[in-house]
């Protein structure tokens, strides 16, 4: 299409609207602009592309001066929309609120590298959405009315760059008003329009080590308002501006820059902005199809530690993730798998969760001591230029569709610690303060890393006593790892060697990995955007004959090996499983894979001592069916003889003597009588003797 190149820049827009068409010979901006007096739109979004096919100049004059190719093409907007349909087009609730939105601009700019260069240019930055201020009313055209009496001139002003202006002078040559004017807030010709600021931040996984993360304010104007949110990815198109720093006189000559925004495009709803070309995706295609895929993904996770082939395994499977579902009462099914590793010092957990945190397509670190519970769910805010509250959303939102790892996770406050029970199962985190009540998404599965309360583990003392986590915390994890450092001469020498030839450069067999972190990055992303894997009626049977059984093993000893919480849990594990090989179908082999993960859990964290049975309660509250039987023996045996004795104090020693006739030793007695002085149930009225509470 020739374009006139002496015609101005408002005729030149508007013969892109009328006259572009796409490969299919479809007017498209034609059919958009009449949709939109249908609907009652108020903005038309223009693909960039288009626009540069079509006319190169007024492209190239949009990035360069996009102040004023706005208003020609608005301008434009308006005569096309005024030929389609006259009365939208000239209506007094639409006037001037009309614009063109210009989408797919080409060179997004890094947040970090944003430069007084490009101040008045049209530009894209990527970014999160960490803060939104309510919505408010916008004045674009005020009418003011003059307040000397007897005069009472109307006053037409416009309203430029956001700032409230009232006339310098009564038009009136009868009149020397120059300070008193009214605004009519209700007259017909006063045009709002709606306002809310946001904050655009870097995203947490392309942040160099060691830096703070860059944000910049950004302005969303009419019907760009609420179409992002807090914890949203999004790219932000708009003009760079720049804004005094600072009130008070003797200001400094450096500026505050802002966006005034053009358009918005949330990438929430998808994975991971990974691209992923035609080559890459036959290659990944074709390592799905090598049989024993499974291993060599586990052996390509962090092939320097030696070892930890389960651990590994695990985290691999939490970084796939099951499918979330909704559903058809509405109730949402979770698809991401939570995991714990408790270890002794300097076995590597760190490290863990440091390459998982690289090998993520969208992972976020951080340490349990230095977070807060605004820090990892979300804070209220108080904007320091308006002096209102605001949304900040934390690490779990920032996270949201990833993986957030929480190094160090037993040294956390108790009380910020609890506050990420809602995002554990629920994945929502709930605000309700400052007058603000929101409720923001964390879909995001959760690694965590924690010492044992004494240092090291004791396998004399329970898990509740090793593990310095409340139970609420404990139950919400599908998979709890106890990571031990058990001399062995064997093992000791192989990893020595290991290290030693790390540390010399050396690549041994083991740690080459199969799979490039690269490759292996984008091979997760691929296979959570286009494998959704549900369960074939073999795999549901598989998972059944499980759970009953366990259950089973629960009613015959009234202690309980397995809770519905660990169903889901396999059935999350078992689609992770089918998904690392790009399968649709969850198979009997991919359950089993699960059931392995899962019953190894459960074996070191949850298994009776004495009798050898998965017991759930022992990893929750330290006592086992065992345990419970023979604590009741002793209270009986307090009772018996507080009741037949001469007072109602009872010796320890007599009862230990009566606890060894039913095969109780001494320590369990004294651990029984310290539970029951902590609980309040017991007390010592001297040294020796106790007495029931």
């Known amino acids: 299409m020739h374009i006139d190149m002496q015609s101005s820049p408002s005729e030149r827009f508007r013969e892109f609207f009328q006259a572009y068409q796409d490969e ?64 939208y087009a000239s209506s007094d609730e639409t006037a001037g609120l009309f614009h063109v939105r210009f989408s797919n601009l080409p060179d997004l700019v890094d947040l ?63 009149c020397t008003n120059t300070s008193s004017f009214k605004l009519l807030t209700k007259d017909e010709n006063t045009i709002y329009t709606d306002f809310q600021s946001v904050t655009v931040q870097e995203k947490p996984e392309s942040l160099p080590p060691g830096q703070i993360p860059r944000s910049v304010p950004a302005r969303l104007i009419g019907d760009l308002v609420d179409t992002v949110r807090a914890g949203d990815r999004a790219i932000v198109s708009g003009i760079l501006r720049m804004k005094v720093k600072g009130k008070q006189k003797g200001k400094l000559a450096t500026f505050d820059p802002w966006l005034d925004v053009n358009f918005v495009s949330s990438r929430e709803k998808e994975f991971e902005e990974i691209d992923i070309d035609p080559d890459t995706e036959q290659e990944i295609l074709e390592l799905s199809t090598d049989i024993n895929i499974h291993r060599r993904i586990v052996r390509s996770v ?38 714990l590793m408790i270890g002794d010092p300097g076995v590597a957990k760190s490290q863990l969760l440091q390459y998982v945190h690289r090998l993520a397509p969208r992972g976020l670190l951080t340490s349990g001591k230095a977070s807060s519970a605004a820090g990892l769910t979300a804070a209220v805010i108080r904007d320091a230029e308006t002096g209102e509250f605001g949304l900040e959303a934390g690490a779990l939102v920032l996270a949201d569709r990833g993986v957030c790892m929480i190094d160090e996770f037993d040294k956390m406050n108790p009380t910020d610690r609890s506050s990420i029970h809602e995002a554990m199962e629920q994945q ?60 062995d001469v064997e093992t000791d020498k192989r990893m020595a060697r290991h290290i030693l030839e790390l540390r010399r450069g050396h690549v041994i067999e083991d ?41 089973k093993e629960s009613d015959d000893s009234s202690a309980i090996a397995i809770t519905p919480r660990y169903l889901e849990a396999i059935i999350r594990l078992s689609e992770s499983q089918a998904r690392m090989a790009l399968k649709e179908d969850v198979t009997i082999d991919h359950v089993e894979a699960a059931i392995n993960l899962l019953r190894a859990s459960l074996e ?48 320890i020693r007599r009862i230990k003597e009566l ?32 007495k029931l509470a």
Not at 607 to 628: A, E, F, W
Not at 667 to 676: E, G, M, S, T, Y
């Open 302 to 339: 962090a092939p320097s530690i030696y070892g930890m082939e389960m651990i590994k395994e695990a985290l691999i499977t939490v970084l796939f993730g099951g499918v979330s579902r909704v559903a058809p009462d509405g109730m949402k099914q979770r698809g991401e798998s939570n995991l």
């Open 511 to 551: 740690t080459e990995p199969t799979i490039t972190m690269d490759l292996l990055r984008k091979y997760i992303s691929y296979a959570k955007q286009h494998v959704q894997p549900s369960l074939t009626d073999d795999a549901m049977e598989r998972i059944e004959q499980f759970y009953l059984n366990l259950r």
């Open 659 to 690: 606890a060894k006739e039913q095969n109780i030793d001494d320590d369990f007695v004294d651990r029984v009588i310290n539970q029951l002085r902590s609980n309040g149930e017991i007390y010592s009225p001297s040294d020796g003797f106790v």
């Open 112 to 174: 970090r590298r944003l430069r007084s260069v490009h101040l008045g240019k049209l530009l894209s930055v990527e970014g999160i959405i960490i803060r939104q201020s309510i919505v408010k009313p916008l004045l674009i055209q005020g009418i003011f009315q003059c307040t000397r009496k007897g005069c009472e001139e109307i006053h037409f002003v416009p309203q430029e760059g956001g700032y409230y202006t009232e006339p310098s002078k009564c038009n009136n040559p009868q």
């Open 24 to 87: 299919n010979g479809r007017h498209i901006y034609v059919e958009q602009v009449q949709k939109m007096s249908l609907e009652g739109l108020l903005s038309l979004f223009v693909n960039y592309d288009d626009l540069l096919r079509f006319d190169p100049v007024s492209a190239k004059t949009l990035r360069e001066k996009p102040e004023d190719t706005f208003k020609a093409a608005d301008d434009a907007l308006v005569e096309v929309l005024t030929i389609e349909d006259p009365i």
């Open 428 to 487: 929502t985190v709930s605000i309700a303060k400052a007058g603000i009540v929101a409720q923001l998404n964390a879909r995001t599965a959760i690694i965590a890393a924690a010492n044992p309360r004494f240092g090291r583990y004791e396998d004399s003392r329970p898990p509740v006593e090793n593990i310095n986590l409340p139970p609420t915390i404990l139950s919400r994890f599908d998979l709890i790892y106890i990571i031990r450092d058990v001399p």
């Open 604 to 651: 070191q964290a949850g298994k009776d001592p004495v009798t050898g049975r998965v017991d759930i309660d022992y990893l929750l509250s330290g006592t086992t069916k065992t345990s419970r039987s023979k604590m009741q023996i002793i209270i009986d045996i307090m009772k018996e003889e507080s009741r037949v004795g001469s007072s109602d104090v009872v010796s």
